[in-house]
C-alpha cells in the first residue's frame, strides 16, 4: 500500500515530468501527448509511476525506420544505443526495443520499434537534505521562494521544500535522460552514415 509520502512525491514528480514535457515540446517540434521530434525521431516522456517504494518513470524514441530498413539493421541501432547509454551518468532499470503495431482507424497497419528505457529511483535519493536545510532557512528568515509549492497535505514549511526539491530533482534527472538519449541517437545515425 502506498505511503502518503510516496503519493506526494509521485504527484510533484508528476509536476517535474509534466514540466520537462513542455520544455522539450518548446525546444524542438512537439507532437501529441507527451511526445516531441528532434533531427527526425520522435520521444516520448511517460508519466511518472509510484512502485515498491520507488518512483519510475519511461523515455523512448523511435527507431527512424525511414532511415533504417531492415529487422537487422534496427537491432544493431538498438545495440549501438544501448552502448551509448550505458555510458551515461543514471543508469536506466531496463532497457528494451519494442515494437508497437498501431491501427487507429481499424483499416491501415503501422508498425514502430521503439527504444524503450526505464528509470527507477527510491524516494530518499530525490532530494538533497543540504539544499532543503538551505532553502528552509532562508524562507524562516522571511525570504519567499516562488518555486516552492504550498502544498495542504504537507504540514510543514520544510515538507513544501522538500516537495519542490523533489519535483526539481526528477526534472533535473529527467532532462539528463532525454538528453542522453538525443545525443545517443545523434552519435549512432552518425555512425551508421558514416
Do not use: C
Not at 28 to 33: I, N, Q
Not at 72 to 82: G, H, S, T, V
Not at 136 to 145: L, W, Y
Request: hydrophobic letters at 35%; a positive charge.
Amino acid at each position: 500500500m502506498p505511503t502518503l509520502k510516496g503519493l506526494l512525491f509521485n504527484q510533484f514528480a508528476a509536476e517535474g515530468l509534466s514540466s520537462l514535457v513542455e520544455e522539450m515540446q518548446s525546444k524542438y517540434t512537439a507532437k501529441k501527448g507527451r511526445r516531441f521530434n528532434h533531427n527526425n525521431v520522435t520521444y516520448e516522456v511517460s508519466r511518472p509511476a509510484l512502485h515498491e517504494g520507488k518512483i519510475e518513470y519511461e523515455i523512448s524514441s523511435k527507431i527512424p525506420e525511414d532511415e533504417i530498413k531492415t529487422p537487422k539493421e534496427m537491432q544493431a541501432y538498438f545495440e549501438r544505443i544501448k552502448k551509448v547509454i550505458a555510458k551515461g551518468k543514471f543508469q536506466p532499470e531496463s532497457m528494451e526495443m519494442e515494437n508497437i503495431v498501431w491501427d487507429s482507424k481499424k483499416d491501415t497497419e503501422k508498425k514502430r520499434d521503439y527504444v524503450k528505457l526505464l528509470y527507477k529511483f527510491p524516494l530518499d535519493e530525490l532530494f538533497d537534505d543540504k539544499e532543503v536545510e538551505k532553502k528552509h532557512e532562508k524562507i524562516r528568515d522571511g525570504h519567499k521562494d516562488p518555486d516552492v509549492p504550498h502544498s495542504a497535505s504537507a504540514f510543514t514549511t520544510a515538507g513544501n521544500v522538500v516537495l519542490a526539491n523533489v519535483r526539481d530533482t526528477i526534472k533535473n534527472i529527467g532532462r539528463d535522460n532525454v538528453n542522453d538519449l538525443i545525443d545517443a541517437n545523434k552519435q549512432v545515425k552518425a555512425a551508421m552514415k558514416g
